[in-house]
């Protein structure tokens, strides 16, 4: 009954920026962890950042420290991640998830595509 839908992806120039999206409607959980993984082609799967519910902790993937950003907007029902300073490597299909922990991942959109061109 939770769904999760992520908007904002698209083509961009590398140095350049996005802001992805993500939207929860159904029976939606204020105090849960929402985050950010991808999958680029041929690779596994892999962590990018996430936030507890309150915005006060918040864990960043190596690769992104520094360019990316992730934010919630708990009125909205509703987690962010700018990405500044992009590059070819992050191209890969963003999905966004949520669960009751760090290490927990219950629900999942989607995903939507982020290119980076050189």
């Known amino acids: 009954q939770v769904q999760l839908v992520e908007a904002g992806g698209g083509l961009v120039q590398a140095g350049g920026s996005l802001r992805l999206s993500c939207a929860a409607s159904?029976?939606?959980?204020?105090?849960?962890?929402m985050g950010w993984f991808r999958q680029a082609p041929g690779k596994e799967r892999e962590f990018v950042a996430a936030i507890n519910w309150n915005g006060g902790i918040r864990n960043t993937a190596a690769s992104v420290k520094g360019r990316f950003t992730v934010s919630r907007d708990n009125a909205k029902n509703t987690v962010y991640l700018q990405m500044n300073s992009l590059k070819p490597e992050d191209t890969a299909v963003y999905f966004c998830?949520?669960?009751?922990?760090?290490?927990?991942?219950?629900?999942w959109g989607q995903g939507t595509q982020v290119t980076v061109s050189s």
């Open positions: 159904g029976r939606t959980f204020n105090n849960y962890v």
């Open positions: 998830a949520s669960g009751p922990d760090w290490g927990t991942f219950r629900y």
